[in-house]
């Protein structure tokens, strides 16, 4: 093998360590906090629109949201105990489950095969009943936001208020 062309590399400790100062709210193992250089307004755009998503993350509350006065109560304070399914629940939760991309449709279609096989399960819940029923064992509400319909962005943080989409001008 020829001997390498050019200055040979400078060992890593050949240069003295640039002295680091992140202030008086460094924490006691000298870490940088987690913002440690960030430019208090971002230049470029993309890194102004991440900019506002997180000051909205940090700034945000459960009674600012738009889920209910009951889905807040339960997050705050959950239920412990234990929901006893009945057979026609556990039946519609394993229809729905069956199939990773269950839709509404695929579920009703399901659940009308199922009450004209067995008359008797005509309680089987409906897609609805079904949702309140997952929210209620899982505390996991779905909120629905306007998307793009090229599915660019959703219309939600700084995106909130437009009304056509930043990246391929679609009208909400």
Known sequence: MPPPQGPLPLPLDHHPPIPLDYGPDADA??????????????QLRELQISQDFIQGLRTATLEESRLSGDAVARLRAPSHERHELTS?????????????????????????????????????????????????????????????????????GPFTNLETCPHCSEAR
């Open 29 to 42: 193992l000298d870490k940088p906090p987690e913002d440690a250089g960030v430019p208090p307004v971002a």
């Open 88 to 156: 026609l629940e556990r039946a519609s939760l394993r229809m729905f489950l069956a199939r990773g991309d269950a839709s509404e449709e695929n579920y009703s279609d399901h659940r009308a095969a199922m009450i004209g096989l067995h008359k008797e399960d005509k309680d089987l819940p409906t897609y609805e009943q079904l949702k309140v029923l997952v929210a209620d064992l899982t505390g996991i509400h779905a909120l629905r936001e306007d998307m793009c319909p090229n599915s660019c962005i959703a219309y939600t």
